[in-house]
């Protein structure tokens, strides 16, 4: 197979091109140039939000072209419409966050949508994951777009931090906050397997909407942060604490406490999600365990220290900020 990748030097793209890397794959990267290219690939650069910024794409054939845009979807419909007549399939990595709030708890692709528009400039994320579905399609039609909806994303290379706030903080020792319940389901899927499914679909010549987490019940909050004591190996004590005393003591959920949130609307939305359909195709999650630990050695190959994505803003507690919540647990 001949794969482009737009993108491919980061998070989820990097994951995608070591994968079709490791099948044998020919694949050319198309990227900005601030990060280097995978070693083992053929290297275009341009930046696509540029006038003429996508003059390297001017030629060229591939079987798939892999897109995780998640700025303004005009650059999808550009790009898109400049590969439809030489390229076979368009897969493109969006986001469950496409659903119309709130998404119901258990709610499979056939839910509705948010608006959106391929010709949209900057919008908020949502939308600018709708329109880019909206974009790919367009231009590639229904049977030859594949829409992976991905919710929660772990795994090595993670340039948004939760999964490495989570390792440091335990790495650090000490007692740990552990937001409860501990036995609360957790969906996410590792970035590896992301890749797999991905590539495999598109080598099936699979299209339209799926959902793409881990199914019900692959591990809990606790079975992620046990993980992570045993990745780091560290002597920290998880300190179990109901969601309603966090709340009361003002932690915000999913930014200060990564991965968490308590019961209720939010908590349905985001880790509740019916992936039978990806299921069926073939999606296969590896053990919190593997995905704990893989991070960990690439956070420890980096000196301990993630990167971080400009775009979006840190998370987890500072060490302050934990022992002001400490304070007010005590005193609650």
């Not at 991965?259 to 590896?286: F, I, K, M, Q």
Request: charged share 20%; proline share 8%; glycine share 12%.
């Amino acid at each position: 197979m001949k794969l482009l990748m737009l993108g491919g030097t980061e998070f989820v793209g990097r994951a995608v091109v070591e994968e079709a890397l490791a099948r044998g794959w020919e694949v050319t990267v198309f990227h900005r140039g601030r990060h280097a290219a995978p070693a083992g690939v053929a290297s275009l650069t341009g930046d696509r939000t540029a006038p003429d910024g996508l003059a390297a794409l001017a030629t060229g054939s591939w079987d798939a072209v892999v897109d995780t845009w998640s700025a303004a979807p005009s650059a999808v419909r550009d790009a898109a419409g400049l590969l439809a007549g030489r390229v076979g399939r368009y897969a493109y990595v969006s986001s469950r966050s496409v659903y119309a709030w709130p998404p119901a708890a258990g709610l499979a692709e056939d839910g509705p949508l948010v608006e959106g528009s391929p010709d949209d400039g900057d919008v908020p994320y949502a939308e600018a994951k709708r329109g880019g579905e909206l974009a790919a399609t367009a231009a590639f039609g229904p049977d030859r777009t594949l829409l992976v909806r991905a919710g929660l994303i772990l795994g090595p290379y993670e340039n948004v931090g939760r999964l490495p706030w989570w390792l440091g903080r335990i790495a650090r020792g000490g007692p740990v906050l552990a937001p409860g319940p501990r036995t609360a389901p957790v969906q996410y899927v590792d970035v590896r397997d992301l890749a797999v499914w991905t590539l495999d679909a598109v080598a099936a010549g699979l299209s339209g909407p799926y959902n793409l987490v881990s199914p019900p019940g692959h591990t809990t909050m606790g079975e992620l942060l046990d993980a992570c004591v045993r990745a780091t190996g560290s002597d920290a004590e998880l300190r179990w604490t109901e969601p309603e005393a966090l709340l009361a003591a003002g932690v915000a959920p999913w930014t200060e406490l990564p991965v968490w949130l308590p019961p209720g609307e939010l908590y349905d939305a985001l880790h509740t999600a019916d992936v039978s359909r990806a299921v069926a195709a073939g999606l296969r999650c590896r053990p919190v365990d593997e995905t704990a630990a893989d991070t960990w050695a690439w956070l420890e190959s980096l000196g301990g220290v993630a990167p971080q994505r400009p775009d979006r803003p840190g998370v987890g507690l500072t060490p302050e900020r934990e022992a002001e919540v400490r304070a007010a647990l005590a005193k609650g």
